[in-house]
Every structure is written in C-alpha cells, then in structure tokens.
Nanobody, 115 residues
Framework: QEQLVESGGGLVQPGGSLRLSCAASGSIFSIGTMGWYRQGPGKQRELVATITRSGIKTYADSVKGRLTISRDYVKNTVYLQMISLKPEDTAVYYC?????????WGQGTQVTVSS
C-alpha cells in the first residue's frame, strides 16, 4: 500500500529547532517532486517546501532561511529541518507529492511553537 507517514513534531519554544521526517512506502518516492505542506489553526493548507528528484529545492517566502528540505533515497524519506521557529510556524505538517494527490494525505505531525 502506498502511503506517507510523517513524524518528528512536538512542542518547541520560539527560536527552537525540529526535524520532521516523512517515510514513503510503495512507489511514491519514485515520483519526481515531493513537498512539505502545513495547515495552521484556522488557515488553509499551504505549501512550504519542495524538492525535485535531482535535488532542486524551493521554499515559501515565509520560511526561507529557516526551513531546509532534503530527501534520502536509501531510506525513502523526506526531511524538513526547521530552525529559528516562530509561533506562526505552529501547524500540522504534511508531506505529499507536488502537486499533491488526495490518496497520499496522511495524519501529519503537529508542530507547536510556544513559550
């Protein structure tokens, strides 16, 4: 069964760091571009970072310089390293292909930035 499983979220103070992981099963990882998305309280889901098969990365302006996306082909995993976290980064974070496919939305992982 093809699925994506996110992990690594938690409660962190402003200025803190977290690394999120997205483990892909099946043939999902062979798909070209992967992305991290997030949905904050009362907000629409937004795309925050993408990475192509060749490693080209893009970021939303709001996270540039603070979030880094990467992928490990051996482990079939996509990562999101987050530093200098802000309260406005509080959200449920999801990974999916880009463009996203409905069947691949997982439970996400909650990131809460609060003192």
């Amino acid at each position: 069964q093809e699925q994506l499983v996110e992990s690594g979220g938690g409660l962190v103070q402003p200025g803190g760091s977290l690394r999120l992981s997205c483990a892909a099963s099946g043939s999902i990882f062979s798909i070209g571009t992967m992305g991290w998305y997030r949905q904050g309280p009362g907000k629409q889901r937004e795309l925050v970072a993408t990475i192509t098969r060749s490693g080209i990365k893009t970021y939303a302006d709001s996270v540039k310089g603070r979030l880094t996306i990467s992928r490990d082909y051996v482990k079939n995993t996509v990562y999101l390293q987050m530093i200098s976290l802000k309260p406005e980064d509080t959200a449920v974070y999801y990974c999916n292909t880009m463009p996203p496919r409905n069947a691949y939305w997982g439970q996400g992982t909650q990131v809460t930035v609060s003192s």
